[in-house]
């Protein structure tokens, strides 16, 4: 359970990012079959009562991963869908880059932290709009949409690497 317990870790050292709850249902259901209950109770024993999802949080999400077609309910509980497990393990191999990148909030502290927990949920959930409205796009639509994401990953490099030359050069 190594993506739940990371994403557990991180969220008990600052405030919970509304946006990582998913990702975390979804790795616990990578490991088993749970009902709502039993996820409560598994992010509470995991952080030790640090974190404990109200039902408030948890249900309404369980739909929504329902509806979104990443989880099945199974023997009165829910288990992840293969389509779930290819969101997570695309979630697992961007959360270093995504961290990376926000790197710089988190150390601003408390402050930081809840600017890039926002902005973290709106590009979460910008992204999952994207990506149920990619369908409805023309070829056309898609090809400028590709050059765009394609464009802002090479600016997104350079930028990295002029803070790479710049924490390298001698002060």
């Known amino acids: 359970m190594d993506i739940a317990n990371d994403i557990v870790s991180d969220m008990t050292r600052s405030l919970i990012p509304r946006g990582f709850s998913r990702f975390y249902v979804l790795g616990v259901l990578k490991e088993r079959s749970m009902t709502g209950k039993q996820i ?10 640090s974190w404990k999802p109200s039902p408030g949080l948890v249900y309404p999400l369980l739909g929504k991963l329902l509806a979104g077609g990443l989880i099945e309910e199974v023997d009165g509980g829910y288990r992840i869908t293969p389509r779930g497990a290819n969101v997570l393990e695309d979630y ?3 959360k270093k880059e995504f961290d990376n990148l ?3 909030f988190l150390r601003l502290g408390l402050f930081g932290r809840t600017m890039a ?3 973290a949920d709106r590009l ?3 992204l999952g709009s994207l990506r149920l409205d990619m369908s409805r796009f023309t070829a056309e639509q898609q090809g400028k949409y590709r050059a765009f994401l394609e464009s ?3 600016r997104l490099e350079q930028d990295k690497k002029g803070r790479v030359e ?3 050069a001698p002060a």
Do not use: C, M
Not at 40 to 49: L, N, W
């Open 92 to 94: 697992e191999k961007s």
């Open 117 to 119: 927990g926002n902005l």
């Open 124 to 126: 979460i959930d910008l």
């Open 152 to 154: 802002e990953l090479r």
């Open 102 to 104: 926000f790197g710089v």
């Open 40 to 49: 409560i109770d598994e992010a509470t024993s995991i952080t030790g009562g």
């Open 166 to 168: 710049d924490d390298a």
